[in-house]
């Protein structure tokens, strides 16, 4: 079946580092996308991996292996604004099938 | 700025009284999407349109239909809301191929069920 499983939760302090992690399976794979939600607002985009390695931008990385099936979205020099839910989606092959995980709410303390 | 924009932001309806929920688009995108969101869950796709071809899923009501009259715009019917209906409905828009997958998403209607 198609799966994407994210921590529900996570609470890190302004200025720090986190880790969100993603694991997936899905029965293909087209490339996967990091987007961010604020409470009551559209998802938007933040990163897209489509091959094995760390892409950076900015203050925020995403880091994929498609043999292990897993992600990672690194948020550094984390801000008060950074609270959001963060949700992990895998395009499936087959075009126009997004598979989004239910997304991890972080919560930035000060 | 190109965007994407749903109308109304908020719509409140009575049990069973039909409902259209309305995007538009000016990325000049051939998919346009919509999915409905409930809290603290994934986004679920109801159906999309590439140019005038028509995909539902499989799992979509038959209560929810869609229309798509041209490139830019894209209506969401719900022809007899029930009260499990209420949620955040998100239109998205997206080209084709690899990271043209990437949506981009209208502000979201949210719409409650007396």
């Known amino acids: 079946g198609q799966n994407i499983d994210q921590p529900t939760e996570m609470t890190a302090t302004e200025g720090a580092i986190v880790q969100i992690n993603c694991t997936y399976q899905?029965?293909?794979?087209?490339?996967l996308f990091w987007y961010q939600q604020h409470a009551g607002e559209a998802p938007t985009f933040l990163s897209y991996?489509?091959?094995?390695g760390l892409e950076e931008k900015g203050r925020f990385s995403s880091f994929l292996s498609r043999s292990k099936g897993y992600s990672y979205l690194l948020l550094k020099e984390l801000q008060m604004k950074d609270s959001a839910s963060y949700l992990c989606?895998?395009?499936?092959?087959?075009?126009?099938?997004?598979?989004f995980g239910a997304g991890t709410r972080l919560f930035v303390k000060a | 700025d190109a965007m994407v924009i749903q109308n109304p932001r908020y719509q409140v309806t009575q049990f069973g009284k039909p409902v259209t929920l309305s995007c538009s688009q000016t990325l000049n995108h051939n998919v346009m999407y919509w999915y409905q969101q409930k809290s603290s869950q994934a986004p679920k796709l109801l159906f999309h349109y590439y140019d005038k071809d028509f995909n539902n899923e499989a799992d979509t009501p038959d209560n929810f239909q869609s229309r798509r009259p041209n490139t830019s715009f894209c209506f969401l019917d719900i022809r007899s809301p029930g009260l499990g209906d209420a949620a955040m409905y998100l239109c998205a828009t997206s080209r084709v191929g690899g990271e043209a997958d990437t949506q981009y998403f209208g502000p979201g209607t949210r719409l409650t069920v007396l």
């Open positions: 991996n489509v091959l094995d």
């Open positions: 989606a895998v395009s499936d092959t087959g075009g126009f099938k997004t598979i």
């Open positions: 899905t029965s293909g794979f087209n490339g």
